[in-house]
């Protein structure tokens, strides 16, 4: 599928490839921020194989458009196409977009051309034109800071303490955050495993997709221990539960019972009311909110309506990451953990 941001004008421009390589197109027509779209909307299309940019749809500045490609290139591998009509071969923005590795890049004026151009950009190997004639060989070394960061082995002072996850709705991120918490856990020097403590069955796809190899009650996933059943194989460090969604009626023992409690909101329109009332619904009990997918511009007001100790973690798409928001699992589990080496 092809996602493709565009305006009223160039709304049919895509058609033609429906018919030609039977790719569906998904149109959003208006005006659109890059990077504001990247954060709170991208994840729904995630599905999709190209994303087709109308460059007179995207508000962002050419410079601002570069970082937001950045930001959006971090989390996703889709291919993207900048449509961008009559821009010059000398152009700046040009430049920086091949320099960048974006090649697919629509700059024609007729639409004969334009169409023969946009065939080629959705075409198996892309757009050759732009591409240099040698690429520039991307280097495995990741840098220091992160290599130390995934050397760091700590010492878990703590045995069987339970962190449940919850969310105040439905894909706000709480499962891949309660399983990169576990991985976190595992990858530096503790042991934790996932418990699938809520009704969604999200744990049995996943094991229906990886075919992992079953020790005792527990499946094991890039060394990792996930649960279906409380009946646990041995005793961990943290035991992570998956409570799903906190329901109005009551809270879920399982939550209500951890020692830690994480509640997990996002920041679309329609889901800030949401998240508020998940906060209050847990007034008598100690938790710590979430904020999930939260661009930067609206985290004062999540802070100010919301619950004043609200802490951001960054988005995740991978399951398994070991890496991801360690600072902020770090700060969690602050009390049963003592010291550092690096291996």
Wanted: proline share 3%.
């Amino acid at each position: 599928m092809i996602l493709y941001l565009t305006c009223d004008v160039r709304i049919n421009m895509l058609d033609f490839l429906e018919m030609e390589q039977e790719l569906p197109v998904k149109k959003l027509v208006g005006t659109f921020s890059l990077l504001s779209f990247v954060i709170k909307d991208m994840r729904h299309f995630a599905h999709a194989r190209y994303l087709a940019l109308d460059r007179e749809a995207i508000t962002e500045s050419d410079e601002e458009l570069i970082q937001a490609l950045q930001s959006y290139q971090t989390i996703y591998d889709m291919r993207v196409v900048i449509i961008a009509e009559g821009l010059s071969s000398g152009s700046p923005f040009l430049q920086d977009l091949i320099q960048f590795g974006v090649l697919n890049i629509v700059t024609t004026t007729e639409i004969g051309e334009i169409q023969a151009e946009l065939r080629e950009c959705f075409s198996e190997d892309g757009m050759q034109r732009f591409k240099p004639d040698t690429l520039p060989q991307v280097s495995e070394v990741k840098p220091t800071t992160m290599l130390l960061e995934e050397s760091i082995q700590y010492h878990f002072t703590c045995s069987n303490v339970k962190i449940a996850v919850a969310g105040c709705d439905r894909r706000v991120g709480v499962t891949t955050t309660a399983m990169n918490l576990v991985c976190w856990i595992n990858a530096h020097g503790g042991k934790a495993c996932y418990v699938e403590a809520n009704t969604n069955n999200h744990l049995a796809h996943i094991i229906h997709l990886f075919e992992p190899e079953k020790m005792g009650n527990a499946y094991v996933l890039e060394n990792n221990d996930f649960y279906m059943t409380r009946e646990l194989n041995r005793n961990y460090n943290v035991i992570v539960l998956d409570c799903g969604v906190l329901t109005e009626q009551r809270l879920q023992d399982d939550f209500a019972s951890a020692n830690i409690r994480l509640l997990c909101g996002s920041s679309m329109p329609y889901e800030l009311a949401g998240f508020y009332r998940a906060v209050e619904r847990c007034k008598d009990l100690s938790i710590q909110p979430l904020g999930l997918f939260v661009p930067d511009d609206i985290r004062n007001y999540l802070t100010q309506t919301i619950d004043r100790n609200i802490i951001f973690a960054d988005h995740s798409h991978e399951l398994f990451d070991s890496q991801i928001n360690g600072e902020l699992y770090k700060m969690l589990l602050h009390n049963h953990l003592r010291g550092n080496s690096v291996d």
